[in-house]
């Protein structure tokens, strides 16, 4: 059975950095992608970054475009978020999700780690 474990999160003051992890594992599909995901207390879940895992391609949100950099190591079927120049609207439990090749949509989800930003 697949397993998503995210890493890395904590409390951070404003301006600070923090890295994620997620590990996959257990996998009997081929993984298209991975994805970041955060869902702040009150708000719905939003995307954050994702990564192929052939040739690397990344797309991010906006609002942490310039920030964050979403990377991979193909070997250790790991994908790391690190999060620079954090701000308070950046609290949030960050998830991670993996995207199985040809169902266009994230189908396994990890256990979410909390991000908190202090000011």
């Known amino acids: 059975q697949v397993r998503l474990v995210e890493s890395g999160g904590g409390l951070v003051q404003a301006g600070g950095s923090l890295r994620l992890s997620c590990a996959a594992s257990?996998?009997?599909?081929?993984?298209?992608?991975m994805g970041w995901f955060r869902q702040a207390p009150g708000k719905e879940r939003e995307f954050v970054a994702t990564?192929?895992?052939?040739?690397?391609?990344?797309y991010y949100a906006d609002s942490v475009k310039g920030r964050f950099t979403i990377s991979r190591d193909n070997a250790k079927n790991t994908v790391y978020l690190q999060m620079n120049s954090l701000k308070p609207e950046d609290t949030a439990v960050y998830y991670c999700?993996?995207?199985?090749?040809?169902?266009?949509?994230?189908?396994?989800w990890g256990q979410g780690t909390q991000v908190t930003v202090s000011s």
């Open positions: 999700a993996d995207e199985v090749l040809g169902s266009h949509d994230y189908n396994y």
């Open positions: 990564i192929r895992w052939s040739g690397g391609m990344q």
């Open positions: 257990g996998r009997t599909y081929t993984s298209y992608a």
